[in-house]
């Protein structure tokens, strides 16, 4: 089946040690997206690539960096996490950006990050 | 400019009775709503989603939706609860002009009693 697949499912850092999150897609979609999501809150989009194009929010923390080196994989890395940073982190794709009717988001399972 | 509320953080029925979800949108073009819904530690999954096509959505676990222009609403209904409905609920707006970026609403508990 196609699918979004996150990996790892748990992760858990240190305060200040970078740590990298992985997304891969089985969809062949244009569009990945990252979104960041606290406890009984609405997911937060951190970014986007439409392709290669990488599209930042503009209240994104520099802190957060992502990496697309090709069609079906999209990293998210936290430079130096903080005590704030802990969170589940949701990735998701849509097969294009401009047509509403395709950009309906297919979501991973997500990975959740545990700071110390 | 587009954005989401949701009436309701938590709402609560019993199995077999009527879930209603309400969602209100802001959206400066016609928009493109989702509702998904979102088990403990897990992604969103896809329920339902209006297009511009016809007004009444029909999703899946037995869920449907209305678009209500004239209300700028778009609630989630089904007729009767089951326990395994019991889950996180967020409606999203997008629109053709953000770049397809969808706005998701602060979301809704639904717990099913039995």
């Known amino acids: 089946d196609a699918m979004v697949i996150q990996n790892p499912r748990y992760q858990v850092t240190q305060f200040g040690k970078p740590v990298t999150l992985s997304c891969s897609q089985t969809?062949?979609?244009?569009?990945m997206y990252w979104y960041q999501q606290k406890s009984s809150q609405a997911p937060k989009l951190l970014f986007h690539y439409y392709d290669k194009d990488f599209n930042n929010e503009a209240d994104t923390p520099d802190n957060f960096q992502s990496r697309r080196p090709n069609t079906s994989f999209c990293f998210l890395d936290i430079r130096s996490p903080g005590l704030g940073d802990a969170a589940m982190y949701l990735c998701?794709?849509?097969?294009?950006?401009?047509?509403?009717?395709?950009?309906?988001?297919?979501f991973g399972p997500g990975t959740r990050l545990t700071v110390l | 400019a587009q954005s989401v509320t949701q009436l309701g953080s938590h709402v609560s029925v019993s199995e077999g009775a009527l879930v209603l979800l309400r969602c209100n949108y802001s959206s400066s073009v016609p928009p493109y709503l989702f509702w998904y819904v979102q088990y403990p530690n897990q992604g969103l999954q896809l329920l339902l989603k209006?297009?511009?096509?016809?007004?009444l959505v029909k999703g899946i676990n037995g869920f449907e939706a209305e678009f209500k222009k004239s209300e700028t609403s778009f609630h989630l209904t089904k007729p009767s609860a089951h326990m395994s409905d019991a889950a996180e609920y967020f409606c999203a707006v997008s629109a053709p002009t953000n770049a397809g970026k969808s706005t998701f609403g602060d979301g809704t508990t639904l717990t099913v009693k039995p």
């Open positions: 969809l062949n979609h244009n569009v």
């Open positions: 209006y297009t511009s096509a016809a007004t």
């Open positions: 998701a794709t849509s097969r294009d950006r401009i047509s509403g009717v395709n950009n309906e988001q297919f």
